[in-house]
Structure formats: C-alpha cells, structure tokens
C-alpha cells in the first residue's frame, strides 16, 4: 500500500518535539550544517526510526494532544535515483480509532500540508499501521524511544553545538542538535535491522506541521 495523497483530514494541526536515529555515521550526511546541503547515506542504505510526540493538534475537531506516533524506514541510495521508503508507522494504543486514523493520515502524507511537502513523497510500501504502547522519552539528556515488541532506539551526547543542524524531515526552519545513538534495533517482521558496536546518528529537535501550503 503506498501512501495516497488523498485529503483525509481537512483542517489540522500538530506541533510538538522530534527525536530520530539512523544507521549513518554521525553527523548524518543527509542533514544540513551550517546551510550546507546535505548529501547520500553513510553506507548506500539507511535504516532508521522517527518519532513525534504531539504536545498540541487536532484533526478536523479531533483532539491529538499529548500522543505519539513512530516510523520505522529503510531505503537505498547506492542506486539512483534512491529507492522509495518502506515504512512501518506505530500509533499510540491509547489513541481512539479517529485519533488513530487522523496520526496515520498525517505522518504519512495523506492528509496533505507539511508533511507530503517535506517527506510524504518519499514513502513508498507500507508494511504495516500498527496500533502499540510507545514511549518516547525527548527531553531528557538520554533521549530514547520505545515499542513494546518492536523498537529500542537511544542516544546520549552532543555530535554538534545546538541548533548548528538542520533535517528535512522536521523542516529545515526547525534547527536542532546531532546526537551520538547508542541502540538501534527492531525485531518487526516487516522490516528488521540492528546497528551492533558503534555509535551511530541521532538527532532532536522540534516540529510544526499543518494543513494547506
């Protein structure tokens, strides 16, 4: 299933903090330093996981605030052009079956807005949306983020001065900070990897993300 560009969610809002964590070498060659643009992957694959914690949105009167959603990706950019991203998207179990309708829609560009500007078009198979108890911990030193069943990713560290990079999937206007990761790993069927003994590129920041252009 690849994602549809369909305006399933007409009005919405959504804002709150970023963590993500890749196998790259870190700092993360896709990211922009200093204005620089960014440019292939570590290895020509990059596998990895997002995460947002919404601390303020709504979809169309459906109240947002306070869940969390995460995506697990991989691609190949040792071809070109890169392949399209496979994905798997968690969706907080304590959201109800409209939240969760409305988070998958948005964080997968099919409601439009931000997201199918800055990364909805780069998703191509959808493994999987599922419904699972995460944890995201962003605003301690230690940023971690957890799936029960399927996810570990932690990072601890500075790799740059604050605010000094900048990634495409929070928006270039949204500046924040490289990290060291030190766990990368899921055991989902769908889509599996695991970075073992290095340190690896993680990044935080925030994110604001809406309907329209």
Same mark, same amino acid.
């Given at each position: 299933?690849?994602?549809?560009?369909?305006?399933?969610?007409?009005?919405?809002?959504?804002?709150?903090?970023?963590?993500?964590?890749?196998?790259?070498?870190?700092?993360?060659?896709?990211?922009?330093?200093?204005?620089?643009?960014?440019?292939?992957?570590?290895?020509?694959?990059?596998?990895? +996981?997002?995460?947002?914690? =919404?601390?303020?949105?709504?979809?169309?009167?459906?109240?947002?605030?306070?869940?969390? +959603?995460?995506?697990?990706?991989?691609?190949?950019?040792?071809?070109?052009?890169? +392949?399209?991203?496979?994905?798997?998207?968690?969706?907080?179990?304590?959201?109800?079956?409209?939240?969760?309708?409305?988070?998958?829609? =948005?964080?997968?560009?099919?409601?439009?807005?931000?997201?199918?500007?800055?990364?909805?078009?780069?998703?191509?198979?959808?493994?999987?949306?599922?419904?699972?108890?995460?944890?995201?911990?962003?605003?301690?030193?230690?940023?971690? =983020?957890?799936?029960?069943?399927?996810?570990?990713?932690?990072?601890?560290?500075?790799?740059?001065?604050?605010?000094?990079?900048?990634?495409? =999937?929070?928006?270039?206007?949204?500046?924040?900070?490289?990290?060291?990761?030190?766990?990368?790993?899921?055991?989902?069927?769908?889509?599996?990897?695991?970075?073992?003994?290095?340190?690896?590129?993680?990044?935080?920041?925030?994110?604001?993300?809406?309907?329209?252009?």
């Amino acid at each position: 299933m690849a994602a549809s560009g369909r305006d399933t969610a007409v009005d919405w809002h959504v804002r709150g903090s970023y963590f993500e964590a890749c196998n790259c070498e870190a700092i993360c060659p896709c990211r922009s330093v200093g204005g620089r643009p960014g440019g292939p992957s570590s290895f020509g694959e990059c596998f990895g +996981t997002l995460s947002w914690h =919404i601390h303020d949105g709504r979809a169309d009167g459906i109240d947002l605030s306070d869940l969390r +959603t995460v995506m697990s990706l991989r691609y190949l950019d040792r071809v070109q052009p890169s +392949t399209p991203w496979e994905v798997v998207l968690y969706v907080d179990q304590d959201a109800n079956a409209g939240q969760r309708a409305a988070i998958a829609d =948005i964080f997968l560009g099919r409601a439009g807005g931000t997201v199918a500007r800055l990364y909805g078009p780069a998703i191509g198979e959808i493994h999987a949306v599922r419904p699972a108890r995460i944890t995201l911990e962003h605003a301690t030193p230690r940023k971690r =983020i957890g799936v029960v069943g399927y996810l570990t990713v932690e990072a601890e560290g500075e790799a740059s001065e604050p605010g000094d990079v900048q990634c495409g =999937i929070p928006g270039f206007d949204h500046p924040g900070t490289e990290l060291h990761g030190e766990a990368l790993l899921s055991t989902d069927p769908a889509l599996r990897w695991e970075v073992r003994g290095r340190r690896h590129a993680a990044f935080t920041t925030d994110f604001d993300y809406r309907s329209g252009t």
